[in-house]
């Protein structure tokens, strides 16, 4: 059954929605992925914070158009599926890099950060990073040090004097 024209459209503005309110978007190749192996990636990016659609090419170039990206998805070989990221911009590169190490034929192909395309291997290069979470608690570390030290300093300080308070009442 062909689409009819408002399906066509429908497509195209769910598209365009999901692009206006990602973090990240990756386009992948999913060629010689079977159902199975794509329904498990999908499930572990929604994990993630993610979602991972399949859409034609030319549905993709009007989409990113409607938002107002000039690119088009016609030069990427392959079957295109896009992953978008909702929540966080590492976690679905953590999962995508994952799945390609698992699937051979999974790959990455581009992404766009803050509207600003990246290839392939530099999107891989983000899974390298650590996850929100990990950065936040580095974060809450490199901020409670300064008081954690001042905090051993001031007790340094009252258990010298302890000591020698008792130094002294033993001398007498």
Request: a positive charge; glycine letters at 8%; hydrophobic letters at 40%.
């Amino acid at each position: 059954m062909p689409l009819t024209r408002e399906k066509k459209t429908k497509i195209v503005e769910e598209l365009a929605g999901r692009f206006k309110k990602q973090k990240i978007a990756i386009f992948t190749d999913f060629r010689g992925v079977n159902v199975t192996k794509l329904t498990t990636l999908r499930r572990e990016m929604k994990k993630a914070g993610a979602e991972f659609k399949v859409a034609k090419k030319t549905f993709l170039r009007i989409a990113l158009k409607a938002i107002g990206i000039e690119y088009d998805p016609k030069t990427l070989e392959g079957e295109i599926g896009v992953i978008f990221g909702y929540e966080d911009q590492i976690g679905p590169v953590k999962t995508a890099a994952k799945f390609s190490k698992e699937n051979t034929t999974f790959t990455v192909l581009k992404g766009i950060l803050d509207g600003k395309f990246l290839e392939g291997r530099e999107v891989l290069t983000l899974a390298k990073l650590p996850g929100r979470e990990q950065l936040l608690a580095q974060l809450a570390w490199v901020l409670n040090s300064p008081i954690q030290g001042f905090h051993t300093v001031l007790h340094g300080n009252l258990r010298n004097l302890v000591v020698v308070l008792n130094k002294i009442k033993e001398k007498k």
